[in-house]
DNA sequence: CATGAATGAGGTTTCATTCAT
DNA sequence: AATGAATGAAACCTCATTCAT
């Protein structure tokens, strides 16, 4: 997989930050709150790069305001402290995620189908992006952020693995899937893809990994082996 | 799976600082390097429980230093500094892993005997463990030190990765494994291990998760559906 | 010579920290640049008593915090570390210094009245002085702080050692000075002036130094005893 | 001036340290009382280098003891603490060069000769070389070392004064000096040396100094010009 | 609202001194 | 007498948080 250009993880509505308004133009729509909700998503979005490189605890306030364009002071009319910050970030990054998967394609075609076009997504999406980075994250934070693992539990594990186990019935009621036992247990399903996630941010430079043809074998793996395509 | 009493990570041999001389013996081996192995073992038991508990940066080294029973320059004559410390203590612990993934059982019976004689002893070693903790450690503090993520992929990762390989290939030569693709990405064997692990230190609160069953099911999946047993 | 009150090292106009608004005046000149730079000058002031008395590694920061009136961290929004400190504060010092050394009084009467007059100059603002205890710091540090002590050579040693040169060479040419090898060694006229202010730090206590007497009797010996004045 | 190569501040007789007793040889005078004030002249010897190379307080007693060749609490065997063992040090230091001093050449010749054959001790002695690292380290802690000061003052400077007083009223009795208000300020007679001492420390590296050269103008100066030699 | 200078608690690290061996 | 591991006070420096402008 070639390195994707970085993407933002905010949704492009909150990312105006840069735009000025041309002279002339009387600052149309960019009322008080417009311009506060701007700000609010620079912090965020600086605020997310720094946590990833850095991790919470080395994470200093000072280098968020000036990626974010802000003075230290302004980040304290958004948020109480640190820790609230980080844990509102998460929520905030990770409440479109939850959209998408909520929205899923309309069940068309196999099983295989879906599951692939899902992986595909999950491929461009996720995989080694920032948005990767920030499973990373949450892994890593976890334990000491007990909420944001709550959080992340209720948002998008336990909604990923009821979603996964839905397709996998589904699978193996249309004869697809043999082994039913798998029913029990989506985390197989995702765990590959999962892997992947941390593999790119560990052990990408010692070993790439063609996270795509893995995830495609293991497929074949549940599925059986596709035929002639 | 029920939560096992922690396990030291430190090999027992150097575990003796707790054992006071019974009456009547006269300090016996404990000679003055004896007893720089012992605080320096325990140091390093102490920085661990102190390093997965709350992350790199957010562990004292006084907290480390009375967990460990000396003062805090005591640490410094043992480390020259808290990376390094860090580091130094990550491969120290790693090693006796290494040592017991080379020395694998002799390769009687079958293949899946094998792996599920290996499995077991995951469970058994790691998954919901000290040891397993640490994986977590690693994956959370890998990007900021690169030296600790080489270390971990080159003395655990690629070589568990031969060795998975070697058994794929071998299960596949014997006919007990159809999918030949699976050779080329041992991960998918481990992946849910890890995920195993993972799921352990952040949501078994909120859904336990029956590791050995689960790993169990995975097996089906890639030997087939075991005979009644 | 009798004690004189000590005299700060600082122009004038950055001390104004002390001086409170005079009741009916408005917070006059007080925007937040003078603030900051009274601080520094506060910081500046305050290093200097301390590094004077104890030297540079035994002066502590928080000593000088204390002193300025200023929290410790303040002293890092000036400078980088206790180092760069110390070499700034050097220069600062300095620079009046040499100020004054170049705008030398216009050469009017004889050489032996304008080196009189240099003399007098230097005993009221060096010898036993803030200033002359500055000279003894740089002896004190310089080989420890090489930065230091290039400066102090550039800026003040050549310059000063250049200036009595010419004056000497106009003494020689006007057949003031006998001894033409003294050009060479522009040193021995300046040699009991440093030796004075030496004296003063270390052995006034012991046996007090006429300096003004000594520095008199010293030019006697280069321009030929005064007649009768 | 070239160069010397370094030379021990320490009477010949205390550095025996490195003679190790030769095989077969009964350690014949070296009993324990020998063998202790081997280690404290290698103490002493050890402590001047790093007190000169680095000041007092920048000065580790771990450094010491390893150039010592001894163990760090052997050093307290020695000397009650770092304070008190700079003291005793720069004491022991001195006292041979005091003795010197006391015990000056048989006045034979002219005063002038008897000053130039001095003037060429001290150049050859102290000028350059660790006796005058020593002269600057006590211009350096004096101050903090009022014991160090007032022994220095009694023992080397009064006694040197005193004898530059009587050379020069010597010189001033024989005609050989004409300056007769020299006699009230010896310290111009040495000013220039000690300008030179300090002069090597800081600044031989931008300009070198022909210190014997300068001397020897400065006694020009003040014998008046040498006739044809 | 926004700023950023100022704060000071708290962290890492050093090193003089002690003391059991 | 000599050692050097261990100590812990104290130093430097960082950085989350506050608040006057």
């Given at each position: 997989m070639t390195k994707k250009p970085v993407k933002s993880v905010m949704p492009s509505a909150v990312r105006t930050k840069a735009r000025a308004p041309a002279a002339g133009e009387a600052a149309p729509a960019s009322n008080r709150a417009t311009r506060a909700a701007?700000?609010?998503?620079?912090?965020?979005?600086?605020?997310?790069?720094?946590?990833?490189?850095?991790?919470?605890?080395?994470?200093?306030?000072?280098?968020?305001?000036?990626?974010?364009?802000?003075?230290?002071?302004?980040?304290?009319?958004?948020?109480?402290?640190?820790?609230?910050?980080?844990?509102?970030?998460?929520r905030t990054v990770i409440v479109p995620v939850v959209a998408r998967l909520t929205a899923l394609p309309p069940p068309t075609g196999s099983v295989r189908d879906l599951v692939e076009a899902f992986a595909g997504d999950f491929l461009k999406e996720v995989i080694g992006?920032?948005?990767?980075?920030l499973v990373r994250l949450i892994v890593a934070e976890g334990p000491r952020f007990p909420s944001v693992a709550d959080f992340y539990y209720r948002e998008v594990v336990s909604r990923g693995i009821a979603a996964m186990r839905a397709l996998i019935e589904l699978g193996i009621a249309r004869g697809e899937?043999?082994?039913?036992?798998?029913?029990?247990?989506?985390?197989?399903?995702?765990?590959?893809?999962?892997?992947?996630?941390?593999?790119?941010?560990?052990?990408?430079?010692?070993?790439?990994?063609?996270?795509?043809?893995?995830?495609?074998?293991?497929?074949?793996?549940?599925?059986?082996?596709?035929?002639?395509?």
């Open positions: 701007e700000r609010r998503a620079a912090i965020v979005e600086a605020a997310m790069e720094e946590f990833i490189a850095r991790g919470f605890a080395a994470t200093r306030l000072d280098d968020i305001a000036k990626r974010a364009g802000v003075a230290k002071g302004t980040i304290y009319l958004h948020f109480k402290d640190k820790e609230s910050m980080f844990e509102e970030l998460v992006t920032r948005r990767g980075d899937i043999r082994e039913k036992n798998l029913a029990r247990y989506p985390q197989i399903l995702v765990a590959p893809a999962m892997i992947a996630v941390i593999w790119q941010s560990l052990f990408a430079r010692h070993a790439p990994l063609d996270a795509q043809d893995m995830l495609r074998v293991h497929l074949d793996l549940i599925f059986g082996e596709r035929r002639a395509t």
